[in-house]
T-cell receptor, first 114, second 114 residues
Framework: AQKVTQAQTEISVVEKEDVTLDCVYETRDTTYYLFWYKQPPSGELVFLIRRNSFDEQNEISGRYSWNFQKSTSSFNFTITASQVVDSAVYFCALHGGATNKLIFGTGTLLAVQP | KAGVTQTPRYLIKTRGQQVTLSCSPISGHRSVSWYQQTPGQGLQFLFEYFSETQRNKGNFPGRFSGRQFSNSRSEMNVSTLELGDSALYLC?????????????FGPGTRLTVT
């Protein structure tokens, strides 16, 4: 079975703090993809990153960074120096070749206070 | 390029009625996927259409159906509406079939069933 767990339901930080959003996944596929999406109050899902199972290199994009560790089945997302505009629900998702479906976690609501 | 558009953005229906939602993908994209987002069940995959054919389907009852036209626009239909069908329905387009690796989401249609 495939599953994505985002244990943090809500996180509240003050602007300029660093924050890490956790994502743990389960899959039996050897080839799979992991994603992070941002959903602002407008509702539209915004793609942030895609990582395939063979690429464990960490990635940094501006204030965003991702840590993929197959040994712990985790794909965590860190926002450095958070800003109010980062306030949104963040979803981690998994796509495995066997099921060919995109499985989402339950999301983490991030509130960045000014 | 224009993004994914969904109409209507908001809809209120009564239990037992049926509803049709529309999605226009990004120009040139031939794959359209539909998702349901509810507070209780989160984001769940409904189905995917590519070249007017349903390629993949999630675990939803037969009341949920869809179709895709030759211009890649897609419609989703829900018959005999139930209160539990109240949700945000998101559409995503992709250039290729099974294109979960590269999906662009629309703003969604918020359906309220009373």
């Amino acid at each position: 079975a495939q599953k994505v767990t985002q244990a943090q339901t809500e996180i509240s930080v003050v602007e300029k703090e660093d924050v890490t959003l956790d994502c743990v996944y389960e899959t039996r596929d050897t080839t799979y993809y992991l994603f992070w999406y941002k959903q602002p109050p407008s509702g539209e899902l915004v793609f942030l990153i895609r990582r395939n199972s063979f690429d464990e290199q960490n990635e940094i994009s501006g204030r965003y960074s991702w840590n993929f560790q197959k040994s712990t089945s985790s794909f965590n997302f860190t926002i450095t120096a958070s800003q109010v505009v980062d306030s949104a629900v963040y979803f981690c998702a998994l796509h495995g070749g066997a099921t060919n479906k995109l499985i989402f976690g339950t999301g983490t609501l991030l509130a960045v206070q000014p | 390029k224009a993004g994914v558009t969904q109409t209507p953005r908001y809809l209120i229906k009564t239990r037992g009625q049926q509803v049709t939602l529309s999605c226009s993908p990004i120009s040139g994209h031939r794959s359209v996927s539909w998702y349901q987002q509810t507070p209780g069940q989160g984001l769940q995959f409904l189905f995917e259409y590519f070249s007017e054919t349903q390629r993949n389907k999630g675990n939803f009852p037969g009341r949920f159906s869809g179709r895709q036209f030759s211009n890649s626009r897609s419609e989703m239909n829900v018959s005999t509406l139930e209160l539990g069908d109240s949700a945000l329905y998101l559409c995503a387009s992709s250039p290729q079939a099974g294109g979960f690796r590269e999906q662009y989401f629309g703003p969604g249609t918020r359906l309220t069933v009373t």
